[in-house]
T-cell receptor
Framework: QQPVQSPQAVILREGEDAVINCSSSKALYSVHWYRQKHGEAPVFLMILLKGGEQKGHEKISASFNEKKQQSSLYLTASQLSYSGTYFCGTAARETSGSRLTFGEGTQLTVNP | DTGVSQDPRHKITKRGQNVTFRCDPISEHNRLYWYRQTLGQGPEFLTYFQNEAQLEKSRLLSDRFSAERPKGSFSTLEIQRTEQGDSAMYLC????????????FGSGTRLTVV
């Protein structure tokens, strides 16, 4: 089943923060986060493997609550280059990470 | 590292025709995936190879779709008797071994069935 992302869209001014949430009805083995710009391929941001794990990548970080089957992506001090659609991809335990099920995406727009 | 290459970038075909797409993964990656993406949606899983073995195939995939990965290198995705509903971006991704490794996607093949 497809994970649910929220919000569907968010508009920021440069320098503002945002949180994107990803929720699954299934037990999860891992959560991936990707960013896709218009007309381009999705680009890998980070992967979270353990419950409660938090990882960081420049000013973008993420957390994974295995018990709640939820992950959140945190974008701080946003830059114009952060604009794009963010997808979470989840791997369920039974497939042991062999494939991802992606959410519908969150469209992020950062304005000057 | 030349990335994941897909060919062609665009394909326009008439309904009922067969089409074949090619994907060249990153050479040291043993895992290869095919996904389909329509406008405003996330990528949808089609099939997965580990080396030359096709280990998983989506139940949503009709028997008009077939994929191969001979010798565990490049892969092809064939769609027979195309339908208008097959119009989409077809993405290939490869992945190396290790628990902390993500997908590297190719630029995709955009299929338009007219």
């Amino acid at each position: 089943q497809q994970p649910v992302q929220s919000p569907q869209a968010v508009i920021l001014r440069e320098g503002e923060d945002a949180v994107i949430n990803c929720s699954s009805s299934k037990a999860l083995y891992s959560v991936h986060w990707y960013r896709q710009k218009h007309g381009e391929a999705p680009v890998f941001l980070m992967i979270l493997l353990k419950g409660g794990e938090q990882k960081g990548h420049e000013k973008i970080s993420a957390s994974f609550n295995e018990k709640k089957q939820q992950s959140s992506l945190y974008l701080t001090a946003s830059q114009l280059s952060y604009s794009g659609t963010y997808f979470c991809g989840t791997a369920a335990r039974e497939t042991s990470g062999s494939r991802l099920t992606f959410g519908e995406g969150t469209q992020l727009t950062v304005n000057p | 590292d030349t990335g994941v290459s897909q060919d062609p970038r665009h394909k326009i075909t008439k309904r009922g025709q067969n089409v074949t797409f090619r994907c060249d993964p990153i050479s040291e990656h043993n895992r290869l995936y095919w996904y389909r993406q329509t406008l405003g949606q996330g990528p949808e899983f089609l099939t997965y190879f580990q080396n030359e073995a096709q280990l998983e195939k989506s139940r949503l995939l009709s028997d008009r779709f077939s994929a191969e990965r001979p010798k565990g290198s490049f892969s092809t995705l064939e769609i027979q008797r195309t339908e208008q509903g097959d119009s989409a971006m077809y993405l290939c991704a490869s992945r190396g071994t290790g628990p902390g490794v993500g997908y590297t996607f190719g630029s995709g093949t955009r299929l338009t069935v007219v």
